[in-house]
């Protein structure tokens, strides 16, 4: 016996999805447009890095007769997963997907780094933690021993959340906000770098300057400090001209 539906349910009246936060504007961009502009690796590919957010970070490593891109370990309290948007003469195949585990080793991985014809264009997603602090940390070992040669802490705590350094990071009123594994990454690069820790306490062997420029940690660092300067100098202006204006 057939029974007529007189008033049928309709899916989108069951399964709506919620506007987006008028605060965070919903975006697209190209990885491949983004990155050919890129000043930095691990650059994030949107302006969200507040607590809870899907941060996708891009990187383009290329071969090359000078290239020197080092190695170093990081550990992050948040989950990261690699995806690679095309790569030639790299460990990491066109295509791959894979989750690192918290302490993970970083390098180029472009099977020989002085080869021209070898990139690897990757994007590296963490999603930022929701409650407590975040914390990360560069770890440096000497090449000839392994010995630690430094181990680089910091506060990683997102926007948003009780933890968040406002003062380490930038101003309250900054536009774009500064992210804390770049900025931590620039300022493991400087110590890296010193005497103090090129050379092995443990076994005396002098390990080579880590090679900052391939990652381009300390140009983003600076560049969002002046963009952020830029923009806080202009409102003052605006200001400025307002109070003129109502004399």
């Known amino acids: 016996m057939s029974q007529t539906i007189t008033d049928p349910v309709r899916l989108e009246d069951t399964r709506r999805i ?15 447009e983004r990155m050919s502009k890129a000043a930095a690796q691990l650059m994030p590919l949107f302006p969200y890095v507040h607590a809870g957010a899907i941060v996708p970070c891009g990187n383009v490593l290329i071969g090359g007769p000078e290239q020197s891109y080092g190695h170093f370990f990081h550990w992050n309290t948040v989950s990261e997963v690699v995806v690679v948007y095309g790569s030639n003469r ?43 602090d975040q914390r990360e940390a560069l770890v440096a070992r000497c090449k000839k021993c392994k010995a630690e040669l430094i181990r680089h802490e910091y506060d990683a705590t997102p926007p948003g959340l009780p933890g968040y350094d406002g003062a380490r ?71 400025a001209t307002e109070k003129e204006g109502q004399r």
């Open 90 to 132: 790299s460990l990491l195949a066109s295509g791959q997907i894979m989750a690192t585990q918290n302490l993970h080793g970083v390098n180029s991985f472009l099977r020989d780094e002085k080869d021209p014809e070898a990139y690897a264009v990757i994007v590296v997603t963490q999603h930022q933690g929701e409650s407590g």
């Open 169 to 239: 990071h930038g101003g309250s009123d900054d536009l774009v906000h500064q992210f804390a594994t770049t900025l931590g990454s620039a300022e493991f690069a400087d110590l890296r770098n010193t005497e103090a820790v090129r050379v092995c306490q443990a076994c005396g062997h002098e390990n080579v300057p880590f090679s900052r420029a391939e990652w381009g940690w300390a140009r983003q660092v600076d560049q969002t400090r002046a963009v952020n300067a830029a923009c806080n100098s202009l409102r003052e202006a605006a200001n």
């Open 18 to 32: 919620p506007p987006p936060d008028p605060d965070l504007e919903p975006l697209k961009v190209n990885v491949y």
